[in-house]
């Protein structure tokens, strides 16, 4: 563990939230997700500390498509964004994780199977870790998932898309890669993980396309295990409900 993440995790035993660094879970461009051991005082056995990495090693997404709602704090901020200066990456990176942040709780106080947020402190996440002490659960796209329980699978993350919907929220980036599954356990199967790009779908204009590329791209592996669907017809009346405000 380099001297940034134990700076960045050292919070979070201060707050006698977690008492170890166990091991990676995940390693990205923008973060690394690190299994810990939670602190008795918080009723888990494990927390996930997700580590946004410093400004010299990020490589964020072209992630325009994401910005259209998203607020500076002043007219500075959002020109030395724009202008690529170091201080407006510094804005951006911020504005990129308290967006994660803000959706995680806006979604799970909405009953989305995302992880239970626990703290947020600078570049660091603390959330709840879905697995056990042999591992964390598999995402969807490496879980060897039998075919007889796809159809509820997939009616399940349906689900969830919608109450994200119904909270005017749009996941933007939704796929078996960050889709959490555990195929022992039919009442609680699923986390909907990585949500730093989801949009507001009230003030976004591509979030109508975010949806159905969202839905389409989960659609595919469930096709492949037999599930036969209408995506494009779920999209089209998900979204004229939500218009309506019938959701």
């Known amino acids: 563990m380099d001297t940034e993440t134990r700076e960045a995790i050292e919070p979070f035993i201060d707050f006698s939230l977690i008492t170890q660094v166990l091991y990676p879970v995940k390693s990205g461009k923008e973060a690394t997700v690190w299994a810990c051991k939670a602190h008795p005082d918080t009723g888990a056995e494990?927390?996930?500390?997700?580590?946004?990495?410093?400004?010299?090693?990020?490589?964020?997404?072209?992630?325009?498509?994401?910005?259209?709602?998203?607020?500076?704090?002043?007219?500075?901020?959002?020109?030395?964004?724009?202008?690529?200066?170091?201080?407006?990456?510094?804005?951006?990176?911020?504005?990129?994780?308290?967006?994660?942040?803000?959706?995680?709780?806006?979604?799970?106080?909405?009953?989305?199977?995302?992880?239970?947020?626990?703290?947020?402190?600078?570049?660091a996440i603390l959330m709840e870790f879905f697995g056990g002490p042999e591992g964390p659960c598999p995402t969807l796209q490496q879980a060897k998932l039998p075919p007889q329980n796809a159809p509820a699978l997939w009616k399940l993350l349906k689900s969830n898309i919608e109450m994200m919907l119904q909270s005017n929220t749009?996941?933007?980036?939704?796929?078996?890669?960050?889709?959490?599954?555990?195929?022992?356990?039919?009442?609680?199967?699923l986390r909907i993980i990585d949500v730093p790009q989801a949009v507001d779908a009230r003030f976004n204009p591509s979030a109508r396309q975010l949806l159905d590329r969202d839905v389409a791209t989960c659609y595919r592996y469930f096709e492949k295990l037999g599930v036969r669907d209408n995506p494009q017809g779920f999209v089209q009346g998900l979204w004229n409900r939500w218009k309506r405000a019938e959701l």
């Open 46 to 123: 494990f927390l996930a500390a997700k580590i946004y990495k410093p400004l010299a090693q990020r490589s964020f997404r072209n992630d325009a498509v994401y910005q259209d709602q998203r607020l500076y704090g002043n007219n500075r901020e959002r020109r030395a964004y724009e202008n690529g200066t170091e201080f407006g990456l510094e804005v951006h990176f911020m504005l990129w994780v308290s967006q994660e942040w803000e959706t995680l709780n806006r979604l799970y106080d909405a009953g989305v199977y995302v992880p239970k947020p626990v703290k947020q402190v600078g570049g």
């Open 170 to 189: 749009v996941h933007g980036d939704l796929s078996p890669y960050n889709v959490l599954v555990d195929v022992e356990d039919s009442a609680d199967p």
